[in-house]
């Protein structure tokens, strides 16, 4: 079991820009996957991103597939998304999530950070 700690969220203006980070403490192996998901008010979570521990296999989803990236550096255990031209729309608490690549449940969560886009 991994535990998973979130950084970066915040105010940003439409247009802009936010890199998340999520830390990944416990065990980790190469059949790790790793995702971002956001949930808005009211709204069901959605998957963002997510992408295989070596880092050579990621998803986006279509809203986000153009201006999000995310990465993973296996030096400090920690999965990045960096977020540019950022809307309103993406306005959401972002959670990162870990599950093994065999496996279809995301079983470990992170505790989330706000991102506020204003227009």
């Known amino acids: 079991q991994e535990q998973l700690i979130e950084s970066g969220g915040g105010l940003v203006q439409a247009g802009g820009s936010l890199k998340l980070s999520c830390e990944v403490h416990?065990?980790?192996?190469?059949?790790?996957?790793m995702g971002w998901f956001r949930q808005a008010p009211g709204k069901h979570r959605e998957t963002v991103a997510d992408i295989n521990w070596n880092g050579d296999s990621a998803y986006y989803a279509s809203s986000v597939k153009g201006r999000f990236t995310i990465s993973v550096d296996n030096t400090k255990n920690t999965v990045h998304l960096e977020m540019n031209n950022l809307k309103p729309e993406d306005t959401a608490v972002y959670h990162c999530a870990a599950r093994a690549e065999y496996r279809s449940t995301w079983v470990d969560w992170g505790q989330g950070t706000q991102v506020t886009v204003s227009s």
């Open positions: 416990g065990r980790t192996f190469s059949t790790l996957r």
